[in-house]
Every structure is written in C-alpha cells, then in structure tokens.
C-alpha cells in the first residue's frame, strides 16, 4: 500500500465523524493526536510518553472506557507537570476531543492501527503526513489552503536559493513548517541523509539548522508533527512574529517563507521596536522582517512570496521597497500566475534577493520573469508542477546574469518573459514601483489551444457543480434539525 492510498484511506475516516459535527480542520487536528502515538510506537520513539499512554494501551480500550481515556491523555500529555517533554507539550497544548461518540473513535483509532504502516514506514512516515495537510489545503471548505504552499513552488524556491551545511535558515510565517522541511530534504539529498557529516555538523542540522514561528496555535501543532516526522529538533514557537516575542529571529543565512497577506485587525500597527516603518500591512511587515534579519555577509539571502500590491504601494510602501533595494540585491521577482492558492484571483510573486554587506545601492538592475500572461490556467485540478519552472530555473540558474539577455532580446522578442529594467529605470517609475508588466493581454486567448479553453470551461463547470453538492449538504442538514 503507498502513502497516497493511506492518505486516502486515513482521509475517508472523516465521513465517519459528519454525524458528530467534526470539520476537516478538527479532523486534521484529531488525527494529528491519534497519529503523533501510533507514528511514535511505529519509529520507536516513545520513551518520552507515559507507558499508560502508549498506543498498546490506547488501541486496547472499547466504548466509554475508551472515550473517558484518551480525554485524559488529551490533557495529561498538554501538561508539562505530567509529561516532561516539549515536544509532546506543544502537540497536546489545549488540546481537546470534537469527537463525541466512543463508537466512531474506537473505529478511527482501529483502522489506523490496520494500515499498512511498514510501507509507510518505508516511503517515510513524514511524507504521509505531509499528504494529509495536502489533502486538507484542497478542501474547498477547509480554508487550510491560506498556509500551504504548493510544494513544487517551496521546492523550486528552495533550489534557487541553494541552502549550505551550516546555514542557519528561518521562516517568520512557517506555517506547517513546509519550507524548513523542504530546505532539510533538500541537503539531505546533497549528503547522503547527512551521512557524510561529522558528529557536530549533524547535530547542527537536526537542532540548530531550521527555525520558524507561527502564531495560529492549530497550525503550529501541524507544524511540531511536521518536524518531529521528519527528524527535525529546531527551534519552532508558536507567536506572532510582528511583535517583541519575534526579536530572536536575527543573522540567517537563508530566510524562506509565504507570509500572510492583509492587514492587522483594527488597523493596529506592529508592537516591536525594530522596524524602520510603520505599517498595519501585515506583508509590508514581514518584508521588513525578513530583509532585517538577513546576515550582512554579501551572501544571506532569502526567497518570499508576496502579493502584488507590495511591488505598487504608494506611502510607506515605497519608502520599504526603497530600503530593500539599498539594502539587498533584488536581482529577481517571478510573477507567479493566478490560480495557484487557495484564494483564489490573489496574485503573487516571488521576490529573490541577497543582503549587502553594507545598507546602501546593493540593487543594480532587477531581472523579471513573467509567469502570468498567456500560461495554462491553473487551478484545483490543474496545479503547478515542475516543468512549469523549468525555463525559470534554466534562466536563474545562468551564472552571469548579465547573460540572460541573449534569451531574452527586447527587440527580438519583444513579448518575451525574461526582462531586465536598471536601478535608474525603476527609480523614474512612479512610486517605484516594481509592479512591471509588458506581455501582450490580447495575445493571450489568441494563443491558448482549444484543448485549453475546454480544460477552462470543464474546471469552471466542475467548481460549480461541487459547489451546489456543498449547498444541498448544507441544506439536508437543515432539514434535518428541523424534522427533529
């Protein structure tokens, strides 16, 4: 059995818990408790669990006496008076049951203990984790979808910033932890599963390598799981990382992350102390955040997903983008087509750039590649995947920049993706607005093939038709609390 049929089997278990009125996201929630004790047991790994609270013991009990149970481990294994572990703190913090009837829990807890768990084991217990988030995220009605990222982009965005043994690598916004797993795979790949490390260079990647913070309490248990499964042990916290708490985040090497978008409630502004400008816009924040906390080595850098309107705000959005590009290299912005989130007409970019070794004209010219205009549409059903990339990764990766050029020639090919525009060009642009743009938009139904357009239509139709099947759901419910 693969891990994607064991996603699909793990996932089917929450039509077994509609009558108890679970949501997807308790249901994640619920089997990240459930799943935490039987992955321990599986990897060996549970001397840090009470021995009552094992799984054998767990998986033992029926009915009531099972229900009243694992309520209590709920709590006990949250309580670090009674468990001496942060880890297991962190994933039982608060933590309570939405499943009400002892008949469905004995069943969920069954099944998973029936699975084919050694050929979990062999595929890697992390990546079935992570395929249940997926399988979350693409949940219309989940709304988990605003904090992952499509793995193709966190992998391709990883590539390009090429992590280094030794870097020390952050993510402020780290949701699930997606980006720090990826960039920890990713040199896992280059040394063997760091077998070709030294005793002190394995413990730095496992304990000192990767770190985030996260403030939505939910998600930051996703993200515990996350690294636990993937042999990770670096500093995760739960908190907002725009106020005093996020202040340890300083001297990366590498920063990768896809930070929340919009403003803070009420309009508040940030409450540290440390940013230059004050802004309630939650984005324009982070961008301050993330280039600040970069090393000033010439070297650190970082890889950000942004909405437009940080490459166009007027004001105080300006004054940032000015200070980026003093101090850091902006050498690159891909323009990432609609379609690829989970709100969907949010367009977004992703901003590469390095810190200077000193704060002032470190950009020189700005490459840009337009990913946008006259692509395949994208959606639920038609995601990214890595050929997408491949042009841009070929165009990134060429040594001199200066180089790119010969692929993309403004006379030659003037509707080409690949552009470069100077520092003095985008200093005359009003506000200095990075938000650039010269494809065609009359080409771009012109060039779409029939195949396409149809592909179009059939994702539209489907959207609508899942839709109504949500609506009369919803409806049969109501009919039924009234008939009772």
């Known amino acids: 059995m693969t891990n994607q049929e064991i996603v699909q089997k793990l996932w089917n278990e929450c039509n077994v818990l509609r009558d108890d009125g679970v949501s ?70 608060n933590a309570s049951t939405a499943i009400d009837e002892p008949a469905n829990l004995e069943k969920i807890i069954k099944d998973i203990n029936d699975l084919d768990w050694w050929s979990a084991r062999e595929e890697g217990l992390g990546d079935l984790y992570e395929g249940l988030m997926e399988k979350n995220a693409n949940e219309v009605k989940s709304g988990a979808g605003q904090y992952f990222t499509p793995r193709v982009l966190i992998n391709m965005m990883v590539k390009m910033t090429e992590p280094k043994i030794g870097d020390r690598c952050n993510d402020p916004a780290a949701g699930t932890f997606g980006f720090m797993v990826a960039a920890d795979q990713y040199l896992k790949d280059k040394t063997d599963d760091y077998s070709e490390l030294s005793e002190e260079q394995y413990a730095f990647q496992v304990k000192e390598a990767f770190s985030g913070m996260e403030l939505v309490p939910n998600t930051h248990r996703l993200a515990i799981m996350n690294e636990y499964l993937h042999g990770m042990d670096g500093r995760l916290e739960q908190g907002d990382s725009l106020s005093a708490n996020g202040k340890w985040m300083k001297n990366f090497d590498v920063v990768l992350t896809n930070p929340p978008f919009g403003t803070k409630k009420g309009g508040e502004r940030v409450t540290r102390d440390d940013l230059t400008y004050e802004t309630s816009n939650k984005q324009l924040n982070f961008l301050q955040i993330i280039y600040n906390s970069l090393k000033r080595d010439g070297k650190a850098r970082a890889a950000v997903v942004v909405p437009d309107n940080v490459l166009f705000a007027d004001g105080v959005g300006e004054e940032i983008r000015k200070d980026l590009l003093n101090k850091c290299n902006l050498h690159t912005i891909l323009r990432l087509p609609t379609g690829i989130f989970y709100a969907q007409g949010v367009q977004t970019n992703v901003l590469f750039f390095t810190r200077g070794e000193e704060d002032k004209d470190n950009t020189k010219e700005t490459w840009i590649y337009d990913m946008r205009h006259q692509m395949r549409s994208f959606g639920k059903r038609n995601p990214l995947n890595d050929k997408d990339f491949a042009e841009f990764e070929k165009l990134f990766c060429v040594d001199d ?37 010269w494809m065609s938009d009359e080409e771009e139904h012109e060039t779409k093939s029939l195949k396409e357009i149809l592909s179009d239509m059939n994702e539209k139709s489907k959207a609508i038709s899942e839709a109504i099947t949500e609506l009369n759901k919803a409806l049969e419910g109501i009919d039924d609390s009234e008939d009772e």
């Open 24 to 93: 997807y996201q308790d249901y994640i929630t619920e089997l990240t408790y459930i799943l935490f004790l039987k992955m321990s047991k599986e990897q060996d790994e549970e001397k840090d669990i009470p021995e009552k609270y094992r799984w054998d013991n767990l998986v033992n009990k029926e009915g009531l006496e099972l229900k009243n149970f694992y309520r209590q481990l709920l709590l006990d294994l949250g309580n670090p008076e009674v468990v001496k572990s942060e880890r297991i703190n962190a994933i039982y913090a």
């Open 401 to 437: 920049r200066s180089k790119r050029k010969e692929t993309w020639d403004k006379e030659k090919n003037p509707n080409g993706r690949w552009r470069k525009f100077t520092i003095d060009e985008i200093k005359k642009r009003p506000n200095t607005s990075l938000d650039i743009s």
